[in-house]
Each structure stands twice: as structure tokens, then as C-alpha cells.
């Protein structure tokens, strides 16, 4: 590791991504300015960051054929736990709310799709548990009787993101970062040696042409009320009827998500609502119980492969941007990745998301 102290790096946006580079780069000795109009005391938070469901899970992600989706996202939950220790040794703030996944399926389609997917993190080394219908209620007891069996996956976590983003951008801040509240209308506007481009979906209106487009995600939070029963002690990813829900225990209730559509637009729907409360209730029939404490839309920056874009755009930019439904999994490993190139090399975990390849 280089020391780059003097060296000036403008990071635009204040995302988990943005603000993580910004954290460990100061860290590092940049002089760091970060940017993003989110930052303004009191602004509505309106970033995929804060929209997040906060699963870190390559392996329930996983899908046959996005074989560096899946190697990325392994490498990056590998580096998760030093990474959280750390916020946590420097805040204070312990983001980390859950340990192991179990996926259920409905019907027999579901099960199908199940079963592929098991077999093909087999051909990757991973053997995931496969559970009878019993068993799937010892592991979750509050699981409806029409869940027919499922998978348990130990090894993933989920982290609070409304926790994680406010304490990477104090992190930042307390590293030397320069936090600036603005919204960019170029990228010649940036100062700085060096810029990263952590623009989440809006990365593209800095660097036109980058290959990155938004996909709207509706979620909900959910709080239990005295006398509901008690709360999965998994989280609870499922399919059913073909269609993904995820329930995530969070602090008193929990995150039920999300929907998925092309487009820019931030309204949440009463048929995304509906949709979700009705395939949540498909798991666990209590869910009716609880209060709907909020009701949210985010953008996921997605790219044409589902990798994202990590890696030099030009000899002044690094992309880290375009990681879709994953960024807050993906967190860990971007920034040893942006890191990397900004001391001139290139990080061989994440060499699959060069921007070049496009
Ligand atoms: C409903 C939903 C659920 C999700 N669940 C999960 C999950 O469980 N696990 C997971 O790993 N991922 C999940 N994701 C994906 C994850 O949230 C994103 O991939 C991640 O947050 C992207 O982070 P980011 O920092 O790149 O983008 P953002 O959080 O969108 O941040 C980008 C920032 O850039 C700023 N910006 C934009 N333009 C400018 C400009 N011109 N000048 C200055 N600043 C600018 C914006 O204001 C914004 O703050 C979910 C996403 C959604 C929508």
C-alpha cells in the first residue's frame, strides 16, 4: 500500500459505495472531498443505500451461468466481517443484525428452481442444505404449512443499511474527508488528482454513456406489535409461485422486499404494496399483525450483466458504480478494488467488473 498524503480524490456520491471509498481512502492519506446533495443536514435520504433490505447473500443470489457474479460476491462477504469490525472499532456503530438464510419454496415449480440452484453452488464447492418441509419449520416455526422445503444457507449476514450509511459517512468524516452537500452537473466540475464515480443510477448523467440504468425496487418495514408472534430468527428469502420475497429481521420488526421495474420513477405503488404483503403472508401467515412503519421505493444501479463497473474510466476516473441488486453485499470488496487502482494496480478479486469490458 502506497501513502498518498496530499493527494486529492473527489468522490461524487454518498452512498455506501461513495462514502466507503471516501472512509478508507482518507484513511490512506487522500485528501478526500465527498460529494453528494444527500449529505445536506436534514435532506430525505432517497439512495438505493437507504432503500436497501441489507442482506449480504451471493449464495441465495446466485443464479447458473453469473459465475463472476457469484465469485465476486463471495469475495466480498469474505471481507465483510473486517470490514464491519472496523466501522465498528471507529464509531462505535455495530451494523451487523442477522446470521443465515433460509430459502422456501411453495410449490413444485419452486422447488424446481430451488434445486438447480442448489446443484449449481455444488459445481462451485458450496453445498447449501436442502430441508424437508419439517425441517423448515424447526429452522422457522412461524412458517406457514404451505411452505413445501428449502435450503439453509449459514454462512450469509445481514447488516441494518440505515445503521451502515450514516456511519461510513461519519466514518469519512472523522477520517478527514471533507463532506460537501451538491449536486454535480459534470465531472469537470471535480476537483482533485483523482475522482471515483459512485453516482449509484445517476452515474450515467456524469459519464454519458456508461453502461448503467436504474430498476426501481419497492420495500417495506415492518414493526412487531405486542402480542404478534415472535419475529423469524433467519432471514426468510422465497419464492412463491415464481415470484422472490424476502422477509429480514430487523430490530423489533422487519424488512419485507422488493419489487423490481425499469424506470426512474420513485413512487411506491399500492399493487407493489399489495404484492408484497400478500407473497409475505404466503411465508408467514402473522404478518397481517404487524405495523407498516414505512413504504419506500430505491433505484438499483444496474448494469447490462449484473457486474458492476469497478475500475478506470480514464487516467483522472475510476468507475465503482452499477452494482444493482448487490452494492451493499458488494461494499467490502469495491473498496479494496478502488483503492487498488488509485494506487495503480488492479484488485484480482474484482477484475471481472473492469469497465473495459464493455
Ligand atoms: C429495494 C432495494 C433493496 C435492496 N436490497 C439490497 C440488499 O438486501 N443487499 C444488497 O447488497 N443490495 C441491495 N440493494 C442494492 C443496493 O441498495 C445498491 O446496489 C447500493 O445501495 C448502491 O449503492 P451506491 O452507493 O452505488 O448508490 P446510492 O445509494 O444510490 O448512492 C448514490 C449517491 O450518489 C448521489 N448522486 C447522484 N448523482 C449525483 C451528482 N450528480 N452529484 C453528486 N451526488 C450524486 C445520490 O444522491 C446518492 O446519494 C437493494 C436496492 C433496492 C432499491
Given at each position: 500500500m502506497r501513502v498518498h498524503t496530499g493527494k486529492r480524490l473527489t468522490v461524487v456520491g454518498a452512498g455506501v459505495i461513495g462514502a466507503s471509498v471516501a472512509w478508507l481512502a482518507a484513511r490512506e492519506g487522500w485528501q478526500v472531498e465527498l460529494i453528494d446533495?444527500?449529505?445536506?443536514?436534514?435532506a430525505e435520504q432517497t439512495g438505493a443505500s437507504w432503500a436497501a433490505g441489507g442482506m449480504l447473500a451471493p449464495f441465495s443470489e446466485a443464479w447458473p451461468g453469473e459465475d463472476d457474479v457469484f465469485e465476486l460476491g463471495a469475495a466480498s462477504l469474505r471481507r465483510w466481517p473486517d470490514f464491519g469490525a472496523r466501522l465498528r472499532d471507529e464509531?462505535?456503530?455495530?451494523?451487523f443484525t442477522g446470521t443465515g438464510t433460509l430459502l422456501v419454496a411453495v410449490d413444485g415449480a419452486d422447488i424446481e428452481r430451488l434445486t438447480m440452484v442448489a446443484d449449481w453452488l455444488t459445481t462451485h464447492g458450496y453445498r447449501p442444505q436442502r430441508l424437508t418441509r419439517t425441517q423448515v419449520r424447526e429452522e422457522?416455526?412461524?412458517?406457514?404449512?404451505?411452505?413445501r422445503g428449502g435450503l439453509l444457507v449459514p454462512e450469509e449476514l445481514s447488516v441494518d443499511n440505515r445503521a451502515l450509511l450514516p456511519a461510513l459517512r461519519r466514518a469519512a468524516e472523522a477520517a478527514g474527508a471533507r463532506l460537501s452537500a451538491r449536486e454535480l452537473t459534470s465531472i469537470d466540475e471535480c476537483g482533485g488528482d483523482q475522482v471515483v464515480l459512485a453516482?449509484?443510477?445517476?452515474?450515467p448523467r456524469l459519464w454519458?454513456?456508461?453502461p448503467v440504468h436504474p430498476a426501481k425496487g419497492e420495500i417495506l418495514r415492518l414493526r412487531r406489535r405486542p402480542g404478534t408472534p415472535p419475529l423469524p430468527t433467519r432471514i426468510v428469502r422465497g419464492l412463491v409461485h415464481g415470484r422472490h420475497v424476502y422477509l429480514v429481521p430487523r430490530d423489533g420488526g422487519m424488512v419485507v422486499g422488493a419489487t423490481q421495474h425499469e424506470g426512474h420513477d420513485q413512487q411506491v405503488t399500492v399493487g407493489g404494496v399489495r404484492d408484497l404483503i400478500a407473497d409475505a403472508e404466503a411465508l408467514l401467515p402473522s404478518i397481517g399483525e404487524y405495523q407498516l412503519a414505512d413504504a419506500m421505493a430505491g433505484l438499483r444501479p444496474m448494469s447490462p450483466d449484473n457486474l458492476p463497473l469497478i475500475g478506470r474510466l480514464s487516467d483522472r476516473v475510476v468507475a465503482a458504480t452499477g452494482h444493482g441488486r448487490n452494492g451493499v453485499l458488494l461494499t467490502a470488496v469495491t473498496v479494496d478494488a478502488v483503492l487498488a487502482e488509485l494506487d495503480g494496480g488492479q484488485l484480482a478479486d474484482a477484475k471481472a467488473a473492469d469497465p473495459g469490458r464493455f
Open positions: 446533495p444527500l449529505l445536506a443536514e436534514g464509531t462505535g456503530v455495530d451494523v422457522v416455526p412461524s412458517l406457514s404449512r404451505s411452505v453516482a449509484g443510477s445517476d452515474s454519458p454513456g456508461l
